[in-house]
């Protein structure tokens, strides 16, 4: 019953920014932590940045200074503020939220994914 969707991906000059979302709706009691991956054709998805129910975020080394993770708690959304963007950035892009439900126990949900293409 848990669903996780991103929105706001799409084609972007080098040098460009995009501001992806990602919004959980269903039966959400809580969600502990929300990650952005993305994962280019043939290639295994890779971690881009996390952030803990207590706010504390995470980034991967090649993406710090130019991503930025954010968070609604109320609205149960998480953004990733993408600045600078490289053709090698191109990729589908997933959220992934550590959630717990309703009924059961905590678990993992992955969205659809958001296509990104930078290109001039």
């Known amino acids: 019953q848990v669903q996780l969707v991103e929105s706001g991906g799409g084609l972007v000059q080098p040098g460009g920014s995009l501001r992806l979302s990602c919004a959980a709706s269903?039966?959400?009691?809580?969600?502990?932590?929300m990650h952005w991956y993305r994962q280019v054709l043939g290639k295994e998805r890779e971690l881009l940045a996390f952030?803990?129910?207590?706010?504390?975020?995470y980034y991967e080394d090649f993406v710090k200074g130019r991503f930025t993770i954010s968070r609604d708690n109320a609205m149960n959304t998480v953004d990733l503020q993408m600045n600078s963007l490289k053709p090698e950035d191109t990729a589908v892009y997933f959220c992934?939220?550590?959630?717990?439900?309703?009924?059961?126990?905590?678990?993992?949900?992955w969205g659809q994914g958001t296509q990104v293409t930078v290109s001039s």
């Open positions: 992934r939220g550590q959630i717990s439900p309703r009924r059961g126990v905590v678990g993992d949900y």
């Open positions: 269903g039966s959400i009691f809580s969600i502990n932590a």
């Open positions: 952030i803990r129910s207590d706010g504390v975020t």
